[in-house]
């Protein structure tokens, strides 16, 4: 049986029996303050002379994500979109911030928890090449989570492979398949069908179509779609382009140099942005929306390994005042649904 909507609710609750009861009005995932910095190569720090170590990639990162909303991560390369994605997975580990579930903060979950945590939240990725066993045929890619996890008996195993590529928009006769057999668009169905077997709660999405054919993307786009409207899957979909975030999503994010400055309601992202940089980024790629690949915003790039408490935008934005250098400014909510990292957005 495909354990539809509540599967990931009803999982994450028996994990903790102390949580807290479940509202539905309550967002699936809270993500508070989060922070993940990684080591600087030796190499690099050696050159900084009095630089720090690290490079904060996610910096004090606050959203939420309600059931069945699909959230788009929007930014330039190295912005932190995919540490975000991975350290909710807790693939990697946040050095502080809570990241909460249904009431539970699984930043603070031993290593059982976590496993059965893990089946309900799936990450596609961008190569579906590289997270599928070049020597597996389809049949047993799909089958070993499933069997590892024990999601269901091993009696219900096939049909339940098989209904997972269907609702991927492939025949069950792909099971016999190997990966090198597929085009990448049928990869990366047989991808999202492998995440659907578990019947998750969310989906990390990272850039699931930037690397297929403009002719499939509409395709593999419109599964997405599917899957969040027919299943009630909650997203976050993280995408270099625009134009697809604004098909798809329910709001978006902007993400700048590791931290989050605009989060709003999709249309009124795009029809009246308040951060400086959303405006720049937008106006860089027209009104349309299009592609963030290539895409420069004007002025000087923030260093990354700077170890700066200003903010991150402040050398190229044009509405800056002094206590930008110094203080970054807090997420600030403007609107119900729309928050704001700028002192001056006011002016705009
Ligand atoms: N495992 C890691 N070790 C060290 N640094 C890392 C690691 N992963 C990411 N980084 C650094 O963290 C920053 C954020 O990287 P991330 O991959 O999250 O960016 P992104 O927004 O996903 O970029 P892209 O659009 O290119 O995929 C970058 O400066 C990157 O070099
Ligand atoms: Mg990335």
């Known amino acids: 049986m495909w354990e539809e909507g509540a599967t990931f609710a009803a999982s ?97 979950m031993g290593d059982r928890a976590l496993k059965r945590y893990r089946r309900d939240l799936q990450m596609v990725f961008q190569d579906p090449l590289s997270s599928l066993n070049p020597r597996h045929t389809v049949r047993t890619s799909l089958r070993t989570p499933l069997l590892l996890h024990k999601i269901c008996p091993p009696s219900e195993v096939e049909k339940r492979i098989d209904e997972a590529l269907t609702r991927s928009g492939l025949s069950p006769v792909f099971k016999a398949r190997y990966p090198h057999e597929l085009s990448g668009g049928q990869l990366q169905r047989v991808a999202i069908a492998r995440a659907l077997t578990m019947s998750p709660g969310l ?30 899957i909650s997203i976050i979909f993280i995408t270099h382009d625009l134009r697809v975030a604004r098909y798809l999503c329910h709001r978006i994010g902007v993400m700048y140099f590791g931290k989050l400055v ?74 119900s649904g729309h928050d704001i990292a700028c002192y001056e957005w006011r002016r705009s």
């Open 203 to 232: 989906v990390v999405a990272d850039e699931p179509v930037s690397k297929l054919d403009v002719s499939v993307r509409a395709q593999i786009l419109n599964l997405f779609k599917d899957l969040q409207t027919k299943f009630g």
């Open 12 to 108: 994450c609750m028996a994990m903790v029996e102390k949580a807290a009861p479940v509202d539905k009005n309550t967002p699936l995932l809270s993500v508070r303050d989060l922070l993940v910095r990684f080591k600087l190569r030796d190499g690099l720090s050696a050159a900084l002379s009095r630089g720090p170590t690290y490079l904060k990639a996610v910096d004090e990162v606050s959203f939420d994500i309600g059931r069945g909303e699909v959230l788009g991560l929007v930014g330039e390369s190295g912005s932190g979109k995919t540490t975000i994605g991975k350290a909710i997975l807790r693939l990697y580990e946040p050095q502080s911030g809570s990241i909460v579930v249904n009431g539970v903060d699984i930043t603070r």
């Open 262 to 335: 605009e989060i709003a309601p999709v249309e009124e992202l795009f029809t009246a942005p308040k951060h400086p940089y959303t405006k720049a980024l937008l106006g860089t790629v027209g009104a349309e929306g299009e592609s963030l690949d290539g895409a420069q915003v004007a002025g000087e790039a923030f260093n990354p390994a700077a170890d700066t408490t200003g903010c991150r935008y402040y050398a190229r934005c044009p509405m800056r005042v002094d206590r930008c250098k110094t203080a970054h400014p807090p997420m600030e909510t403007i609107k």
